[in-house]
């Protein structure tokens, strides 16, 4: 395969396959959008815990919610070639399946800038699982944290994109 097949290209390496930082000085703000959702796994003893809120650690979801919005204002300071962007806003939510017990974490995050706010949407539910996780742990070492994605995200040149579930 040469290299005018591959579309698109990564745009984090340059032509001689160095990694850089995107230069998106020239682009247009726009609105921008990204949403993104996670799943945390937990066993029937540490849901209970959770929906009884009787954590040991004190309220999981609202400590959870912070600790996503503060990942999310943060993401440029870990993720290296990721752009500091004025986050205009940034929501954490919460779905529970009792019958599972499985946690789904949804972030939403909205700018206008000249960059998407994909990275900070996915830190944004990442940090959330890793927090619920961190109150959660002593009853239950063994909660999984599955499918972080995104699943929608708007604005730029790319336009629109929903992930087909």
């Known amino acids: 395969m040469s290299e005018t097949d591959i579309s698109p290209v990564l745009t984090h390496l340059d032509a001689e396959g160095r990694?850089?930082?995107?230069?998106?000085?020239?682009?247009?703000?726009?609105?921008?959008?990204?949403?993104a959702e996670g799943e945390v796994h937990l066993s029937a003893h540490a849901w209970k815990l959770l929906s009884a809120q009787a954590n040991a650690?004190?309220?999981?979801?609202?400590?959870?919610?912070?600790?996503g919005i503060l990942a999310a204002k943060?993401?440029?300071?870990?993720?290296p070639l990721c752009h500091s962007l004025p986050l205009s806003f940034v929501g954490v939510d919460f779905t529970a399946d009792e019958s599972h017990h499985v946690l789904t974490i949804r972030s939403t995050c909205h700018t206008h800038h000249?960059?998407?706010v994909e990275m900070e949407a996915m830190m944004a539910c990442t940090v959330a699982?890793?927090?619920?996780?961190?109150?959660?742990?002593?009853?239950?070492?063994?909660?999984?944290?599955?499918?972080?994605?995104?699943?929608?995200?708007?604005?730029?040149?790319?336009g629109e994109w929903q992930r087909d579930h």
Request: net charge positive; glycine share 8%; with cysteine.
């Open 57 to 67: 650690k004190g309220e999981v979801l609202n400590t959870a919610r912070v600790a």
């Open 74 to 79: 943060r993401c440029a300071e870990l993720i």
């Open 129 to 158: 699982a890793l927090t619920v996780y961190d109150m959660c742990k002593a009853a239950d070492k063994g909660i999984l944290i599955d499918q972080v994605r995104l699943v929608y995200k708007s604005g730029g040149k790319s």
């Open 19 to 35: 990694v850089r930082m995107v230069d998106v000085g020239h682009k247009a703000a726009t609105e921008r959008t990204a949403i």
């Open 114 to 116: 000249q960059t998407g």
